[in-house]
C-alpha cells in the first residue's frame, strides 16, 4: 500500500494536480497559485441553508461557432497529430450543416472567413480522395456557390481551391449525365471573381461556350457582366481590356455599355482622370440605363473632388446640365458645388433654382430637396472633415421641413468622432435610437463611439456597456477594434469572464486578420508595464484557450514578461504549455530553451532550472548543440552549481560544433565560482594557448576573475604582471574590475585595491568614477563594469 500511496502522489505532482483525501479531518479547497479563476475542489461537507446567501457560480458562454465548423476544426487537428481520422460521411455532414447555416444568413455574415476556410478546405480534399464529393448533388453544391460568391474572399487562394474542388465534383457528376447545366457554370464564375479567380471563370466560359454552341443562348450577358467586375476588383488591366475583344467575339448577346462602364469605374480606382474620361464618354453614347449613367457620374464627380480636377468635374456637370437635370443629378451638383468651396447660404440658393425650375415639368417629375439631398450635403461636410459646415447643412434642411433620416445622425456622429466630442457623438447615438436601425447602417459608426468611450478614459463603465449591450441584443458582431478595446477595458477591471464571453462570441467568426488584431490587443496589454501581474497571468490563459494558434514567438515574449515581473514559476508554465502543444510551429526550439534558461538564470531560481532541464532531457525534437550548452552553463552557475556547469564545458569540448568566444567566458565564469576552479582555468586556458587563438582583453579578464575567485590573488596578480609585461595584455578598467569583483571576501579584495592604487592609480581613479554597487551574492560592493556574457 505506502508504494501505491507513493506512486500516486508523484503522478499527482507531476502532473501539478492537487492532491485530495476525503478523510482528511480538515478539508482544505486547493486552488491553483497560476489559476486564480478556477473553481475551486469539492469539499465532503456543505451547509445549503447558509450557501443562498452566495453570488451564483460564473459559468462562460461556450464559443459561438457555425454548425459543423466544430467537427471540421476536430478534424484538421486529427490531421495534423496523424491521428485516426474520422469516418468521411461524419466529414461530409460536418461540411453540409456549415453550408446550410452560411446560407440561411444574412451578407453580412454569409461570408467564410480565412481562418474557418483553411478547416473547410482540408476537409474537402479529404472528402475528395475518398469520393465522397462526387455524390452531391449538384443544386446543392450550386447553393454552396452562393455562399462563396462573397466579395469578403477577394483574392483568396483557399476560397478558390475549395470552389474549384466543388466544381470538379459537378463536372464528375456532368460526365455522368452527359448535360452540363449553366446553372453550375454561372455559379463557378459568381463564385471564383468574388475570390479573385476572374481569370480562370472567364476562360470557363469561354469553353463551355465553345463546347456548348447549341444552348449559348443561355448564357446571359450578365454574366460577362460579373467577369468584368472581378478583373476590376483584381486590377487587371491588360485582361480586363482582351476580356472586351473576347466578348465582342463571342456569339453570346452581350452590352457594350456596361463593359464600358466598368472599364470607367476601373479607371476612376485608379485615379487615371484622362482614361476615365474618355471610356466615360463610350459610356454615355451607348444605351446605358439612367440610373447606372447617373451612378457613374457620381464616381465621376467624386474622383474629380479627390484628386482636385476641376476642368474633369465641370465636363461631368456640363453634361449633366445639357438637358433638364433629374433629381439625382441635381444632388450631385450641389455635391461638386459644396466641393468647389461653395457655403450653405449658396446651397440654400441653388436649391431654390432647382425648385423654381419644377414650374415647366409636370408635377409627377418635380425635383425637391429631400433627405438624400441633405445626406449627400452632409457627407461632402464630413468628407472634407468640416463639422461646422455639417452642422449649417443640417440647420438648412431643418430650415426646409427636410427631415433627417438614421444616416444623417450617422453622419453627424461621424463628424462629431472625427473632432473628439465624445459626449456630442453620444448624445447624437441615443437620439438616433428612434430611429429605424433595422437595417444596421449604424453599426460602424457605433463601433468607432464603443472605441472612442474606451479610449477617452472619461466615459464611465456603464455607459460603455449600454451602448456595446445595443449592439449584442441586436446580435450584431463586433469589429476586431471593437472586440480588442472592450476585452482590454475588461481586464483592467478584472472581469476575466466577461472577457471570455465576449472572444467566444465574435472571435470565431473573425478571419485571420481580425483574430490576430485581437490577438495583439490581449498581448499588449499583458505585456504593459502597469498591468499587474494576475492580470497579465489572467490575459495569457484567455490566450491560451481562444487564440490555440498563438505563435512560438508571441508565447516567449509573454514567457520573458513573467521572468521579468520575477514569476519564474509562471514563465515555466507557459514554456510547458508550448511542449504540450500539437503544433510545429509552436513546440520549442533551442532558442526557446535558450530563452527560458537564461531568464532562469537571471532569477537564480533553482527549482525552474531543474524542470526545464528534465523536460530537455525528455525532448526528442532537440540536439543539444553550443548555444544551449552555454545556456546550461550560464543557468547553473547563475543557480550556483558551477561543478555542474562545468560538465556541459566538457560537453562542448568534446562535440563536434566545439566552444565558441562565449563558451570560453562562460566555462572561466564557472570556474570563478568552483572549488578548485582555478586548476580548471588553467588547464582551459593552456588549451586555448595551443589552438593559437587570440586571447583579447575580455577573454584575459575572464581569466584573471576565475583564477581569483578561489583566493588566490598574489598568483593571479603575478600573472596578468607577466602577460602585460610580454605585451599579452593592457591593464584597463574591465581587467582590474574584474579582477576586484571575483575576488572573495573584503581581505582578498583589499589587496586588490593596494596593488591595483599602487600600480595603476589612473585605472582605478576611472574605476572608482564607475561607481559601485551591491554583489548578487554578497553585501560587499561591485564596480559597474559589464561582465554579462550572452549564451
Known amino acids: 500500500m505506502p508504494s501505491q500511496l507513493n506512486r500516486v502522489v508523484f503522478r499527482k505532482l507531476l502532473a501539478s494536480e492537487p492532491i485530495a483525501h476525503r478523510g482528511c479531518l480538515r478539508p482544505h479547497q486547493f486552488r491553483s497559485p497560476c489559476s486564480p479563476h478556477l473553481q475551486p475542489s469539492p469539499t465532503a461537507q456543505r451547509r445549503s441553508f447558509m450557501n443562498i446567501f452566495k453570488a451564483p457560480v460564473r459559468v462562460t458562454s461556450e464559443p459561438r461557432m457555425a454548425p459543423g465548423l466544430e467537427k471540421m476544426m476536430e478534424y484538421s487537428k486529427m490531421e495534423r497529430l496523424n491521428a485516426r481520422l474520422p469516418p468521411p460521411e461524419h466529414i461530409l455532414r460536418a461540411v453540409a450543416l456549415y453550408f446550410d447555416y452560411k446560407t440561411q444568413k444574412n451578407a453580412s455574415t454569409q461570408h467564410i472567413p480565412d481562418a474557418q476556410a483553411r478547416h473547410l478546405l482540408r476537409c474537402l480534399?479529404?472528402?475528395?480522395?475518398?469520393?465522397?464529393?462526387?455524390?452531391?448533388?449538384?443544386?446543392?453544391?450550386?447553393?454552396?456557390?452562393?455562399?462563396?460568391?462573397?466579395?469578403?474572399?477577394?483574392?483568396?487562394?483557399?476560397?478558390?481551391?475549395?470552389?474549384?474542388?466543388?466544381?470538379?465534383?459537378?463536372?464528375?457528376n456532368a460526365t455522368h449525365a452527359k448535360r452540363m447545366p449553366f446553372r453550375s457554370v454561372r455559379g463557378y464564375i459568381e463564385a471564383m471573381c468574388a475570390s479573385g479567380g476572374s481569370l480562370t471563370a472567364r476562360d470557363e466560359l469561354v469553353r463551355y461556350i465553345a463546347e456548348h454552341g447549341d444552348m449559348a443562348k443561355r448564357v446571359d450577358r450578365e454574366i460577362w457582366r460579373t467577369i468584368f467586375i472581378g478583373l476590376k476588383e483584381e486590377e487587371n488591366e491588360q485582361e480586363l481590356i482582351r476580356t472586351l475583344d473576347i466578348m465582342n467575339k463571342s456569339p453570346v448577346d452581350s452590352s457594350l455599355a456596361s463593359a464600358y462602364e466598368i472599364i470607367t469605374k476601373f479607371y476612376i480606382a485608379r485615379k487615371n482622370p484622362e482614361k476615365a474620361a474618355e471610356w466615360y464618354n463610350m459610356t454615355k453614347d451607348q444605351d446605358i440605363i439612367e440610373l447606372r449613367l447617373e451612378m457613374l457620374q457620381a464616381k465621376m464627380i467624386d474622383l474629380s473632388i479627390s484628386i482636385s480636377d476641376t476642368k474633369l468635374g465641370q465636363s461631368v456637370v456640363r453634361d449633366m446640365t445639357t438637358g433638364t437635370p433629374t433629381k439625382r443629378q441635381w444632388d450631385l451638383i450641389f455635391e461638386w458645388a459644396v466641393a468647389t468651396g461653395k457655403g450653405a447660404d449658396e446651397i440654400d440658393r441653388m436649391i431654390g433654382v432647382m425648385e423654381r425650375a419644377?414650374?415647366?415639368?409636370?408635377?409627377?417629375?418635380?425635383?425637391?430637396?429631400?433627405?438624400?439631398?441633405?445626406n449627400k450635403l452632409v457627407k461632402v461636410a464630413v468628407d472634407r472633415k468640416d463639422p461646422y459646415l455639417a452642422e449649417r447643412f443640417i440647420a438648412l434642411g431643418r430650415a426646409r421641413n427636410i427631415e433627417a433620416d438614421a444616416q444623417t445622425l450617422i453622419y453627424q456622429m461621424q463628424y462629431r468622432l472625427v473632432v473628439k466630442d465624445v459626449d456630442g457623438a453620444l448624445t447624437v447615438y441615443q437620439h438616433m435610437q428612434s430611429y429605424d436601425l433595422s437595417k444596421n447602417r449604424d453599426v460602424g459608426v457605433?463601433?468607432?463611439?464603443?472605441?472612442?468611450?474606451?479610449?477617452?478614459?472619461?466615459?464611465?463603465?456603464?455607459?460603455?456597456?449600454?451602448?456595446?449591450?445595443?449592439?449584442?441584443?441586436?446580435?450584431?458582431?463586433?469589429?476586431?477594434?471593437?472586440?480588442?478595446?472592450?476585452?482590454?477595458?475588461?481586464?483592467?477591471r478584472d472581469e476575466v469572464h466577461d472577457v471570455i464571453d465576449l472572444l467566444n462570441t465574435h472571435v470565431y467568426g473573425f478571419d485571420i486578420a481580425g483574430r490576430a488584431a485581437v490577438e495583439g490587443a490581449l498581448i499588449d496589454f499583458s505585456l504593459k508595464p502597469s498591468t499587474t501581474t494576475a492580470q497579465t497571468w489572467d490575459t495569457y490563459i484567455i490566450l491560451k484557450q481562444v487564440f490555440d494558434d498563438m505563435t512560438r514567438e508571441k508565447r516567449v515574449?509573454?514567457?520573458?514578461?513573467?521572468?521579468?515581473?520575477?514569476?519564474?514559476?509562471?514563465?515555466?508554465?507557459?514554456?510547458?504549455?508550448?511542449?504540450?502543444h500539437t503544433r510545429s510551429d509552436t513546440i520549442p526550439t533551442i532558442d526557446t530553451y535558450v530563452a527560458c534558461l537564461s531568464g532562469i538564470g537571471k532569477l537564480k531560481d533553482e527549482e525552474s532550472l531543474e524542470v526545464v532541464h528534465n523536460q530537455l532531457k525528455l525532448d526528442f525534437n532537440i540536439e543539444p548543440n553550443t548555444l544551449l550548452y552555454?545556456?546550461?552553463?550560464?543557468?547553473?552557475?547563475?543557480?550556483?552549481?558551477?561543478?555542474?556547469?562545468?560538465?556541459?564545458?566538457?560537453?562542448?569540448?568534446?562535440?563536434?560544433?566545439?566552444?565558441?568566444?562565449?563558451s570560453i567566458h562562460l566555462a572561466l565564469r564557472a570556474c570563478e565560482d568552483a572549488p578548485w576552479g582555478d586548476e580548471k582555468a588553467r588547464k582551459i586556458w593552456t588549451k586555448l594557448g595551443r589552438t593559437g587563438l587570440e586571447l583579447d582583453q575580455n577573454l584575459w579578464a575572464s581569466y584573471a576573475a576565475a583564477l581569483v575567485g578561489n583566493g588566490n590573488?598574489?598568483?593571479?596578480?603575478?600573472?596578468?604582471?607577466?602577460?602585460?609585461?610580454?605585451?599579452?595584455?593592457?591593464?584597463?578598467?574591465?581587467?582590474i574590475g574584474s579582477l576586484y569583483n571575483a575576488a572573495p571576501g573584503q581581505v582578498k579584495r583589499g589587496v586588490v585595491e593596494t596593488w591595483a592604487k599602487e600600480r595603476y592609480p589612473e585605472i582605478w581613479a576611472a574605476l572608482e568614477e564607475m561607481g559601485t554597487c551591491p554583489s548578487t551574492l554578497s553585501d560587499l560592493p561591485e564596480f559597474k563594469i559589464d561582465r554579462d556574457v550572452e549564451p
Open 557 to 580: 515574449k509573454i514567457m520573458e514578461e513573467f521572468f521579468r515581473r520575477q514569476r519564474p514559476d509562471m514563465a515555466v508554465h507557459v514554456f510547458n504549455h508550448m511542449r504540450a
Open 125 to 172: 480534399h479529404y472528402l475528395d480522395q475518398h469520393s465522397a464529393l462526387a455524390t452531391l448533388d449538384p443544386k446543392q453544391i450550386n447553393t454552396w456557390f452562393t455562399v462563396l460568391d462573397n466579395r469578403g474572399h477577394v483574392d483568396s487562394h483557399i476560397h478558390r481551391d475549395i470552389i474549384q474542388l466543388l466544381y470538379r465534383a459537378v463536372c464528375q
Open 446 to 492: 457605433v463601433n468607432e463611439l464603443i472605441r472612442a468611450m474606451c479610449a477617452s478614459g472619461r466615459q464611465d463603465f456603464e455607459s460603455i456597456m449600454n451602448v456595446a449591450a445595443d449592439l449584442s441584443d441586436r446580435q450584431v458582431r463586433f469589429d476586431p477594434e471593437t472586440v480588442s478595446a472592450l476585452s482590454v477595458l475588461h481586464l483592467s
Open 713 to 735: 590573488v598574489d598568483g593571479t596578480i603575478n600573472a596578468i604582471e607577466e602577460a602585460h609585461a610580454r605585451q599579452e595584455l593592457d591593464m584597463d578598467t574591465l581587467v
Open 358 to 374: 419644377n414650374e415647366s415639368l409636370p408635377e409627377s417629375e418635380w425635383r425637391i430637396a429631400d433627405t438624400y439631398t441633405l
Open 630 to 662: 552555454n545556456a546550461l552553463m550560464k543557468a547553473y552557475t547563475a543557480c550556483e552549481f558551477p561543478r555542474t556547469a562545468l560538465g556541459f564545458w566538457d560537453d562542448i569540448a568534446s562535440s563536434r560544433e566545439g566552444p565558441n568566444i562565449n
